[in-house]
Antibody
Framework: QVQLVESGGGLVKPGGSLRLSCAAS????????MSWIRQAPGKGLEWVAY????????YYADSVKGRFTISRDNAKDSLFLQMNSLRAEDTAVYYC??????????????WGQGTLVTVSS | SYVLTQPPSVSVAPGQTARIACGGD??????VHWYQQKPGQAPVLVVY???ARPSGIPERFSGSNSRNTATLTISRVEAGDEADYYC???????????FGGGTKLTVL
């Protein structure tokens, strides 16, 4: 079955860096657009970043542009999020999600279980 | 940037119909997607492209979209439907995903 498993979360100091990974299985990873979405504790969902199957086209939320970098390794069925210059407001559960196939309306299905990133001194 | 507005909460008795609204400027021209999130779990897609249902989602879940409001309708509500529900669109003008603030559905 389709599965997404995130890893790499943890506690980091403000200004620090962290790299999240998402391991995909159960589908042809290289055929799909992918995204990262986050959820601060007790808050709603916030879309973070998007990448096309080739990795050529990438989009970011304004709140992370210039600090976060999304990338992928199709040979290893993996998605990544490099997070630099982290701030307290980046504290959240980070989910990776597959983007709906063959569409520009870009829904997210399925989602991984999430990994918690805590930015605190 | 594009903004989606949802009521913070909706309450409904078991067996009744719940309607959760998602407001946005001319949202009718967007494709709207809906997610269900239960406590401690990842979100699950329940409706995509306004009214399509993914495999495995009960027919009780349906969606509509017109002018400035999209609506998720849950018929014959069950206790297990109690969850947070989020609407979402892809704003192709800014190339960004947009989520509504979420609505907590309480089954009385």
């Amino acid at each position: 079955q389709v599965q997404l498993v995130e890893s790499g979360g943890g506690l980091v100091k403000p200004g620090g860096s962290l790299r999240l990974s998402c391991a995909a299985s159960g589908f042809t990873f290289s055929d799909y657009q992918m995204s990262w979405i986050r959820q601060a504790p007790g808050k709603g969902l916030e879309w973070v970043a998007y990448i096309t199957p080739s990795g050529i086209t990438i989009y970011y939320a304004d709140s992370v542009k210039g600090r976060f970098t999304i990338s992928r390794d199709n040979a290893k069925d993996s998605l990544f999020l490099q997070m630099n210059s982290l701030r307290a407001e980046d504290t959240a559960v980070y989910y990776c999600a597959r983007v709906g196939p063959g569409t520009t309306s870009n829904w997210f299905d399925p989602w991984g279980q999430g990994t918690l990133v805590t930015v605190s001194s | 940037s594009y903004v989606l507005t949802q009521p913070p909460s909706v309450s409904v008795a078991p067996g009744q119909t719940a309607r959760i609204a998602c407001g946005g400027d001319n949202i009718g021209i967007y494709s709207v997607h809906w997610y269900q999130q239960k406590p401690g779990q990842a979100p699950v897609l329940v409706v995509y492209d306004d009214s399509a249902r993914p495999s495995g989602i009960p027919e009780r879940f349906s969606g509509s979209n017109s002018r400035n409001t999209a609506t998720l309708t849950i018929s014959r509500v069950e206790a297990g439907d109690e969850a947070d529900y989020y609407c979402q669109v892809w704003d192709s003008r800014s190339d960004q995903g947009v989520f509504g603030g979420g609505t907590k559905l309480t089954v009385l």
